[in-house]
C-alpha cells in the first residue's frame, strides 16, 4: 500500500485569510480562546485544503470536509477515491494520505525533561496494584 505523509511545522508556515476554509471551520477557529491555538487550527486546516486540492485536482474551498460519528475526518464525493489522517503535537502537523485504504497517523511532542522510563515503571505499577 502506498502511502504519502507530509509533516509541517506551523511556526514556519505564514498566515493566511482563511477564505478557502469552510463556514463551519471559520466558526470552530473562533471558538478557541487562546489566539495561538486559534492561529494553528486555520494553518492545519488550509494546509489540509491544498493538500487535498491536489490530490483532488480541485479547488480548496469547493472541498467538502465531514467526519464519522467517531471524528474521523473524511472527503464528501470526490471524483477519485482519497484516505486520509491528521495528527498534530505542539507546533508540528503531520498529513498521511491513500488511494487504497483507510489510514492513521499519529505524532507526538517528546518533552524531553520528562524521565519517560520512570513514567512507565510508575503506570505499570499503578496498573499492577489496580489488578490486585
Known amino acids: 500500500m502506498k502511502v504519502d505523509l507530509w509533516l509541517a511545522k506551523l511556526d514556519e508556515v505564514p498566515e493566511e485569510d482563511g477564505r478557502d476554509l469552510a463556514r463551519e471551520e471559520l466558526e470552530r477557529a473562533d471558538r478557541f480562546v487562546r489566539p495561538e491555538l486559534k492561529v494553528r487550527f486555520l494553518k492545519r486546516r488550509i494546509i489540509l485544503r491544498k493538500l ?12 467538502v470536509i465531514k467526519q464519522t460519528i467517531l471524528g474521523k475526518p473524511y472527503v464528501e464525493n470526490p471524483k477519485t477515491q482519497l484516505f486520509f489522517n491528521i495528527s498534530h503535537s505542539k507546533d508540528c502537523v503531520l498529513y ?7 489510514i492513521g497517523v499519529d505524532i507526538e511532542f517528546l518533552d524531553e525533561e520528562i524521565e519517560a522510563e520512570e513514567l512507565i515503571s510508575n503506570i505499570f505499577f499503578a496498573l499492577l496494584r489496580k489488578s490486585h
Not at 53 to 62: C, T
Not at 96 to 102: L, M, P
Open 52 to 63: 487535498l486540492s491536489e490530490y483532488l485536482e480541485i479547488k480548496p474551498n469547493e472541498i
Open 96 to 102: 498521511g494520505f491513500s488511494h487504497e485504504s483507510e
